[in-house]
């Protein structure tokens, strides 16, 4: 079982003077879930090396077990030090891929020529494509096989408004995760507030925020024990 974690090199915050990154729980859940599962973990970012990790997620309010635990392990810390370039990866060396968020991938995987394409080369693939938090904005400009938007009557779910509006970034990020899914005629929901939400639909699994990170990694795991998309 072979999973490709695919992480942001952005962090520039906008205009804001601050920094932004990937959103270590985001990562460190998922990744000992897979680990734990298992799974042969490969990370990659548009830049390859050292991915920004975003500073607000190290701060110790938003510490967990997971975060605890990537902290003391010079194994996962090294795994992430020397990620892959994104642009040398092919969909058919996975059985799936899944997206950490952070406020990154809004500005460069969301435009990125070679994320895009994975993502759609993964999802005719029949194989799972798993993002959480502000990472289903990758997935502005997917196209299923038709040509529409991927999400185009899919369930879907993502970073809300309010989330945004609450960690006051809503006039800073590029577009907001929950807009761009609605435009895009994605069938949008939520649950509380930075309680755990996750959906799938089909090969497609989103989560909504970084409480959800585990669930979603979940839902990966499953539909590939049982082998299928459906």
């Known amino acids: 079982m072979k999973i490709l974690m695919v992480l942001t090199s952005h962090d520039e915050l906008g205009d804001t003077g601050r920094k932004t990154g990937f959103w270590l729980e985001e990562f460190a859940a998922p990744y000992y879930a897979f680990l734990e599962a298992g799974a042969d973990i490969t990370v990659a970012s548009p830049k390859g090396g050292q991915p920004p ?49 952070g406020h990154g991938p809004l500005w460069d995987l969301a435009e990125d020529k070679s994320s895009i394409a994975l993502i759609e080369d993964t999802y005719y693939a029949g194989k799972p494509v798993a993002l959480v938090c502000h990472a289903p904005g990758v997935l502005r400009h997917v196209k299923a096989a038709d040509g529409t938007p991927l999400v185009k009557g899919r369930n879907v779910t993502g970073f809300k408004n309010s989330e945004e509006d609450a960690v006051g970034l809503t006039n800073v990020v590029p577009f907001l995760v929950e807009d761009m899914l609605k435009q895009n005629d994605g069938l949008y929901s939520s649950g509380d507030d930075w309680a755990s939400y996750a959906v799938q639909d089909g090969a497609l699994i989103t989560g909504q925020n970084p409480a959800s990170s585990v669930e979603a990694a979940r839902l990966l795991l499953t539909m590939l024990k049982l082998g299928k998309a459906a």
């Open 53 to 101: 990790l975003d500073p607000k997620s190290d701060e110790p309010d938003f510490q967990t077990d997971d975060t605890r635990r990537f902290h003391l392990d010079a194994d996962a810390q090294a795994v992430l030090a020397s990620t892959i370039r994104l642009a040398t990866v092919s969909q058919a060396d996975y059985d799936a891929v899944f997206y950490p968020g």
